[in-house]
Each structure stands twice: as C-alpha cells, then as structure tokens.
C-alpha cells in the first residue's frame, strides 16, 4: 500500500545532478554544465544546468536522467558486487547468503524461465479459476494481500491518534493505469494514448496465455477497472490526514461496505480476530465492496488473471517481459529499452532481502565517519528551524511554543537501522524465480500483519540503506538519511560548503520542513494528529499555501498541461522551507566572516547555483506526463526556480531589478518558515 502520508519523501523526482558529473575543485560546482548565454536573474536553472540539458541524451533504458540516477547506479552496481560476492560463498541452505544468491540467479537465468513457460505461475492461475463463490472471492483476495495488487490493498501504520500502537488501514486500488484519471479524463489525448496501450497489453498477455477472445476479455477488464476508478478519490483528497483518518471495527466496516466478505477477506489476509482498523477510504470501500459483490464472478477472474500474470511478468517468458516493458516503460514512461537484467535482479533482491544486502553496504560504503559529519550537519539544520521558528512574523507565541515542542522532539536516523531484519522464515529455492517472488511478498506481507493492534518498533525503517532518497514520518516524527544519499554529489566533502548547504543542507532541510508542510504540520510532536495551532495562525498559514498553490499552478511543463499546485502543495512548502533553513544554517556556517569569491562566484552565489545544479535533470514526456498526473512533487526546473524566487537571499545574491524574468517584488515574495 502506497501511503501518501507515511513516505513524505524526498523524491520520485530528487534528481541532485551535475556535481559529481564534472566537479572543480575549486567549489564543487559543474561549470561546464551551465548556459553562459542565460543570466541567473532569468532563469536559475537553465543558467546553471542549460549546456548539460542541451547536450544530454537521456539513455535509451531511463525515463528521466541526472545525476539522483547515477548515483542510483551506482547504488545498484555496488548492490551488484554484494550479491555476487554472497553468491560465490558456499552457502549452507537457509543462510542468508544461499538465499541472495539463489535469488539472484533465478531471476537472471532468462533461459530457464523462458523454457519453463506459464508452469511456475499455473497454480496461482489454477487458484483463481477454481473461484466458485464470492465468500471464496473474498478469501482469495485477502490471501493475496501484497502479492498480486488487488482492489483493496492492506497497509499496517502507526495509529493517527495513538501513535505508539500499529493499526491496519485499508487503501484503494487495483487499477493497471497509473491512476483514475486516466480511466476518467476521457476527453485527454495523452492519457486516452496510454488506455490504448493498456488495452495493447491486456490483449498481447491474452494471446500468450491462451485466454480466450483477447480483444473481448481486455475490454471486460478496462471496464471493470473503470468502475473501481469511478470511486476512487482523487490525489489531493489523498493527502488529507483528517479525511484518511476512519477508524472503525471489522463489523462496522461490514455494515458501511457491504456486499463483500470482510471476515473472510481479514482471515485470509493473515488478521484473524482483528479488533480495529482505519478505512482510509470509506466511500471507495462502499464502492468496492459493491463492485465486487455485484460485477459477474467470471469478469472478476478474468481480471484477477490479467492483475497476476502482469504481476510477475519479468519472471515469466520473453513475450510477457516484452509485453510489460512496452506498456509500463515504453507507453508509460517513454524508456526506449529496459533496464539491464542485472539491474532488474538487484531491484528485484533489494525488494526482498534489501536490509540483509544493506547490511553489507553500509559495512563497504558508509564508514562511521560519514555518520558523525551528517548529525552534524543535521543538528546545524535543526538549530537554524528553531531560529526561524522564533522570529516568525505571522505566527503567534503560543503555537510557536507548540513548534519548537515538535522540533524538538524530532528522532533523526542517519545511514541504516540499528536492528536488522530477520529473514530466517523466507524460503528461496534455486531456479524458481516467480515462486521466490511470491514467496517474498507473502512473506514480507505476514511480517507486517503480525504487527498489527501491537506497540509500534520505532527502530524500524521504511527504506534500505543502499536507497538513493530520504524520508519524513509524521506519525515517528522522524527524518530518515539511508546511507546511500549521503555521498557526491549530495554531500561532497571536497566542495565548497556553499555548495553542500545547497545541496545536502536543501535536502535536510527539506525533509525537516515536511513536519511543518500542509500534512505534517496538523501532527504534533509525539505523532499525534491533533490541531496544536490557533485558529488564527491556521488561518495564515493556510493562506499563504494558497498564494503558493496559486503560483504553481502557473507553471505548464507540457503544452496544455499546468502543475496541480494543491497535489504538490506539501512538496513546494518543504522545498521553499528547506531551502530557507539551509541558507540560514550556511550563513551561521560563516561564523560573521565574508565566505571568498571562487570561480567568480560569491558564497551566496554559489549556494544557488548549488541548489539549481541539485535539481539538474530531464525527462521524456511520457514520464512527465505521468508524474503530472500522480505525483506530490513539481518537476524538478518548478522545483529550483519556484523557490528561489521566493528567496530573499536570492534576489539580494544576484541582485536582481524589475525586467528581470526571475524578479519577485519583496512584498509579494513566499515565506514561510
């Protein structure tokens, strides 16, 4: 279950390029990288990243290219080099080296698979089309929570309202498409393309797998997954704690959404006897509940076996892996080739065994050095928050006491976890590479049950050390650094420290700034959902998030297609937040002493062009087509220049004047934290 409020991440599109593609010595910055033709003044972004943008090819395997992709490459090869050394080992069965190993090989042997045809997943396909009622619907499904996506989709996070207690929370799902709008917006060439190509692929995988009338079964399919879409809620509405917040029995969930087998669904789904859940989408579930209780049983297989095989596609023969690149990276995303199938297997182990590969990373990769130097520049982050939290002008004293209560309280995790998973009860059979998936997400699926209605483990983590991104969870009040982010060119300890700050210090900051974004900001400092504001410093906060909603929603990426500002409303407040604090924090740094001018550049220069280089990146329009339409986060140009151009440090560093394209009058400037 995707959780928009659980990962308020860092990025689908944290894209810190450019430094480390061709770092100076002189201040880390890529000076080959920028556009002397374009002034700062005008456009920061294409300033300091338009010869690279201009003379980049995206490769033909990426979506989108910059530098958060090479260093996830290189994630992925360091991942690499750990498996196949685990590999080497003669591993006694059960260790966790035989299983990364027999993992990994199996889904690299293409041969094998492509000779073993639909067999490994026959008994899957056997089990839905032995479905004779809907109690047996209802079970099937709950047996498959986290296996196959389904319509109903099972997550176990910390309680809203009492955060120390792990609570079951329902969510929607069960859709091919990215999202609704695609099944809804009828009338958008882009989006109607791709329902295309989703009927392209329904028929293609029909035709392999010999299911009759393949042109005739994926229309049934589109039509049912257009019911489910038609009462699903839309992003924005997602992103509402308040809204998302339902919690209820098993037996009252069954009165509110009936026609469907809840008790029967919960058994299966490994929660016998549960006491209490939160129904993150009540009216989605009424809806579902009613789709799946009225819609004909054999409608409702034919799509259970196109959500199964389109599960383990990369798993099966050629034709379906050529069927599933087509559609989710061609289609969907614009990728001319897929990835390597090294690549996909170490994405595949990490998915399974991440935390016990991870374990090896950090002992290769992260010396405790590093640890020491980024709570250090962590703590630095935080003690320029709670500075600003204290001179805010529209903020009155009692929430401020409030504000720096939760600041306070923050639990920061740096590189990985303290315990490490136990994978011992995950079994892994050589040459079985879609059992072993199926196997992984039951697996990883029961380990969460168990946890439900139980006292949360606020040591867990919710990423792998060798991921390339970071995390803010309102209900831990925490922010998360996996190891894999803190190195060049997110922190490069041979660049200047006005380029860090804009850089790594952006990224803390960032992250910081999400308990204090439209979301995180209505959780107090124990994780709490609780309103710790007056009304009238609501008020103001709620209006300035609109002048930003409002300015965002004047960018237009694509022809015809503007940023829906109140989707990305969180990830807009944390960029321009983080990059106020990090500013601040840089000129602490300074200790009152002139930073010097290096490569004609001020400190306060370079601190954005750092900030701008961060976010070098392009993108086919496929991907920004779909990052439009399901992402919390602006395309990373909106990113760099939407908050700089709220900052007075930038205007005052660049000296900007009206006729300049980047001028913002002061009184008409964003602050926020």
Do not use: C
Request: glycine share 8%; charged share 25%; proline share 6%.
């Amino acid at each position: 279950m995707k959780n928009a409020l659980r990962l308020t991440t860092l990025a689908l599109l944290m894209q810190l390029g450019g430094l480390a593609m061709a770092a100076q010595p002189q201040s880390g910055l890529d000076l080959k990288g920028y556009d002397k033709t374009v002034r700062p003044q005008d456009d920061l972004f294409r300033a300091a990243n338009g010869h690279w943008l201009s003379t980049t090819e995206i490769p033909a395997d990426k979506s989108s290219y910059g530098a958060f992709h090479l260093l996830a490459d290189l994630s992925d090869k360091r991942a690499r080099s750990i498996i196949e050394d685990l590999s080497k080992k003669k591993a006694q069965g059960g260790t966790v080296e035989q299983k990364i190993g027999d993992y990994y090989a199996a889904y690299m042997n293409t041969a094998a698979i492509d000779k073993a045809g639909l067999a490994p997943i026959k008994p899957l396909l056997d089990s839905i089309a032995a479905i004779q009622t809907r109690a047996q619907l209802a079970t099937w499904l709950g047996a498959q929570t986290g296996v196959v996506d389904t319509p109903v989709p099972l997550g176990i996070e910390a309680d809203y309202q009492d955060p120390t207690i792990n609570r079951l929370q329902t969510w929607q799902g069960g859709l091919g498409l990215p999202d609704r709008d695609y099944y809804l917006k009828k009338e958008d060439e882009r989006l109607a393309k791709a329902r295309a190509a989703y009927v392209d692929y329904l028929q293609t995988l029909a035709k392999a797998a010999g299911i009759a009338d393949p042109a005739g079964s994926a229309q049934r399919v589109l039509a049912l997954e257009e019911r489910l879409a038609e009462v699903q809620w839309d992003k924005v509405a997602l992103r509402d704690p308040q809204k998302t917040y339902n919690p209820m029995t098993p037996a009252e969930l069954a009165q509110k959404a009936p026609g469907f087998d809840w008790n029967a669904f919960f058994t299966a789904a490994s929660l016998p006897g549960l006491d209490k859940l939160s129904a993150s989408q009540p009216s989605y579930l009424t809806g579902a509940a009613r789709i799946l209780g009225e819609a004909p049983l054999e409608d409702l297989k034919l799509y259970l076996s196109f959500r199964a095989i389109d599960a383990n596609a990369t798993t099966l023969p050629k034709v379906y892996r050529d069927a599933h690149f087509q559609f989710h990276g061609a289609a969907l995303t614009g990728a001319k080739s897929p990835l390597p199938r090294w690549q996909q297997a170490v994405g595949n182990v990490n998915g399974a065994l991440g935390e016990a590969v991870g374990e090896v990373y950090v002992k290769r990769y992260f010396p405790a050095a590093d640890k020491a130097r980024m709570l250090q520049l962590v703590n630095n982050l935080l003690a320029s928050y709670k500075e600003s939290i204290d001179k805010l002008s529209w903020m009155t004293p009692a929430t401020k006491a409030q504000a720096q209560d939760k600041l306070s309280k923050y639990m920061v995790k740096i590189g990985y976890p303290d315990v490490w998973r136990d994978y011992g009860a995950l079994e892994v059979k050589a040459g079985d590479p879609v059992g072993n998936n199926l196997r992984a997400a039951s697996f990883e699926w029961k380990r969460q049950a168990a946890k439900a209605s139980k006292p949360v483990d606020r040591r867990e983590w919710l990423m792998t050390p060798q991921t390339v991104n970071a995390y803010y969870n309102p209900t831990l009040n925490e922010i998360v650094f996996p190891a894999a982010i803190l190195q060049p060119p997110f922190y490069n300890t041979k660049a200047d420290d006005a380029v860090n700050y804009g850089a790594i210090g952006a990224v803390i900051g960032h992250e910081i700034s999400h308990g204090f974004d439209d979301q995180g900001s209505q959780f107090d400092g124990d994780g709490k959902l609780r309103n710790w504001w007056t009304d009238d410093d609501r008020k103001a906060f709620d209006a300035i998030g609109a002048k930003l909603v409002a300015q965002y929603e004047g960018y237009e990426p694509i022809p015809g297609k503007h940023l829906n500002g109140k989707l990305t409303l969180g990830e807009n407040i944390a960029d321009l937040s983080g990059l106020q604090i990090a500013y601040k924090a840089y000129l602490r740094s300074l200790g009152g002493k002139p930073a010097p001018v290096i490569d004609g550049y001020t400190g306060e220069q370079r601190f954005f062009m750092g900030w701008s280089q961060a976010w070098r990146e392009k993108a086919r329009e496929e991907r920004k087509l779909q990052l439009l339409t399901i992402d919390p986060h602006s395309p990373p140009e909106f990113r760099a220049n939407g908050a700089a151009v709220n900052h007075d440090g930038f205007h005052e560093a660049f000296k900007t004047k009206p006729g300049d394209k980047m001028f913002k009058p002061s009184e008409d400037r964003i602050r926020i934290w």
